[in-house]
């Protein structure tokens, strides 16, 4: 891996900008002039660093692109604060208060960061898996804690000596998160990605030694802008500015590691955890153990209350999420579970779930009384697809499986919204035709012969005409007594119409219907008696389009 010519030239450019600074703060004693110089260069770094991730998060894919944008929002930040310090120094000519209104960016800005880390966009399976409510809570924790510890030293009852010390903890607490999430992902990593962690780690690594040896500085009164304090900072900057200019190649990276990744980082989940628990936790420690004023406790207390309510809700709203993609994904297995693979259509698994509710309704229909409704019937259209084994022998079964997507979509077409093809087997399909009239059973099955026998099928391997032959019977099977033959039996009537259809020639549809009433056969056998194989039907036979 390495950069290209115009990325060489702005690295050059950036560590340019770094030696010289250096020079500057060995060579030059404290004055104005060595404030901006200070302040402008890491100004200047910033930005230029800003720029470079703003480009991988313009060029990356949606993955690679949310890593990118929060290092930009933890460098953005930080520029902030930087960009007030230098505000205060340059532009007002005054010193820095202490405590800085800008000190709540410098906390706020590692957590993106460790976010960024979090995201993992070299494993495919986790990129993802850092929603925006783990930010969010995260990062609404960490504010928590500095409105706890900090800011009641700041405003509720001023105190520097007590702000600086909580401050330098909360930062330090912040800068180790940081670096045992960049060593944990180095460490994790290989390949292209290895590399981009090991520089995170190595700038994290060296801007934390800096930061907070400026902050400690800053509270003995020993730090100014463009001192030896500075030069840590500035290397780290350019360090970052290092990664994202070789970031810029991950916009080319398309196959990921694909190694085992639970839902979450352990220790992703370990902070969302300690978050959650934390909070009771100070809101005793603030009532019952501190020694703060009265006043900081009354406002820990109310802050922490308004926390807890906030968290309340943010992980309500999470597993309301979380509640209605797990319906969503039940609903995509169960309609996986019942869809036949290859043609989309359903399948036996979906006829067996739902045939007892078809029958039960036909049933009921029946039971209002004879002419008391029509389309009551359920027919049970078998269709098989004539010759299919010559195309499988002299195209392949690839060529096969085409053939057979293409006859579904044409049956598809052909039946109502309200009927539903099963694929049965092999290259036969069952249509159930629900709320119809055993009158008009013909119209259907005609129209299922002209869809798949008029138009020429296209193959990878060319054109080919295929017709069907098509076997249906009704059910109920005697209207006069809808309950004396189950729905099985009239399946096995459509199939042995389908057998005769094939008999006589193909590229037909024959039906089944009784040719006697009920009675008839009450007068020769008990009706607990009658079998199937015992109940001769009248055909009725319906042509296929001629043959081209």
């Known amino acids: 891996m390495s950069l290209s010519a115009s990325q060489r030239l702005w690295l050059a450019i950036v560590s340019g900008l770094l030696c010289s600074a ?14 901006a110089v200070g302040d402008l260069v890491q100004c200047l770094l910033l930005s230029s660093l800003l720029v470079a991730l703003a480009i ?61 880390l979090a995201m993992r966009p070299d494993r495919e399976e986790q990129r993802s898996r850092l929603t925006s409510l783990d930010f969010l809570l995260l990062f609404s924790w960490w504010l928590y804690l500095y409105l706890f510890f900090v800011i009641p030293w700041q405003y509720v009852h001023p105190d ?9 903890v909360l930062y330090i607490a912040g800068h180790i998160v940081v670096l045992l999430a960049s060593a944990h992902t180095w460490y994790s990593s290989s390949g292209f990605w290895r590399t981009i962690y090991r520089g995170i780690l190595l700038a994290s690594l060296v801007y934390a030694a800096g930061s907070i040896a400026a902050s400690v ?13 500075d030069v840590p900072l500035l290397i780290s900057a350019v360090l970052f500015t290092w990664v994202a200019l070789l970031g810029y190649q991950s916009k080319f990276l398309v196959n990921f590691s694909g190694e085992p990744a639970p839902w979450a980082h352990p220790w992703v989940t370990a902070l969302t955890v300690v978050a959650t628990a934390s909070l009771p936790l100070l809101a005793g420690w603030a009532v019952f153990f501190s020694h703060a004023p009265q006043r900081i406790g009354k406002y820990r207390l109310a802050l922490t209350l308004t926390m807890i309510v906030f968290v309340g809700a943010l992980r309500t709203f999470k597993q309301h ?9 039940t609903k995509e297995l ?14 036996r698994r979906f006829f067996a779930a739902t045939i007892n509710k078809d029958t039960q309704q036909a049933l009921r229909f029946y039971s209002i009384g004879e002419g008391a409704t029509r389309n009551r019937d359920l027919i049970f259209y078998l269709i098989d697809i004539d010759h299919f084994k010559a195309v499988n022998d002299r195209f392949g079964h690839q060529q096969g499986d085409l053939l057979l997507v293409q006859v579904a979509a044409r049956i598809s077409t052909a039946i109502r919204y309200s009927d539903v093809l099963i694929r049965w087997g092999g290259e036969e399909f069952l ?11 013909e119209i259907l099955a005609r129209r299922v012969l002209h869809a798949i026998g008029t138009e020429e099928f296209q193959l990878t391997a060319g054109k080919i005409r295929r ?8 059910f109920p099977w005697w209207p006069e007594r809808a309950e004396a033959i189950p729905y099985a039996d009239v399946i096995r009537f459509a199939d042995r119409a389908l057998y005769e259809a094939k008999n006589r020639g193909r590229n037909m549809a024959v039906g089944i219907i009784p040719e006697y009433s009920m009675a008839h056969y009450a007068k020769q056998s008990p009706p607990g008696n009658l079998s199937p194989g015992d109940l001769p039907g009248r055909t009725v036979v319906s042509e296929g389009p001629p043959a081209k």
């Open 22 to 35: 250096v020079l500057v703060s060995i060579l030059a004693p404290p004055s104005f002039a060595l404030t």
């Open 56 to 116: 991988n998060v313009c060029a990356c894919s949606r993955a690679v692109r949310i890593f990118w944008l929060l290092l930009l929002i933890g460098v953005g930040f930080w520029l902030l604060a930087q960009t007030l310090w230098t505000y205060f120094e340059v532009i007002l000519r005054r010193e820095v208060p202490n405590p800085f209104v800008g000190d709540l960016a410098i906390v706020l800005h590692l957590v993106p960061i460790v976010a960024a």
């Open 160 to 168: 520097d000596h007590t702000y600086g010390r909580n401050f330098d």
């Open 217 to 229: 500085a800053i509270d003995y009164g020993r730090y100014y802008t463009g001192s030896l304090y």
């Open 321 to 329: 999420t979380l509640d209605r993609e797990l319906a969503r994904a």
């Open 334 to 347: 169960h309609e996986a579970s019942v869809t036949d693979l290859l043609t989309g259509v359903r399948n």
């Open 431 to 441: 249509v159930v035709s629900r709320f119809t009239d055993r009158a008009d059973a």
């Open 467 to 474: 017709t069907c032959s098509i076997g249906w019977a009704t």
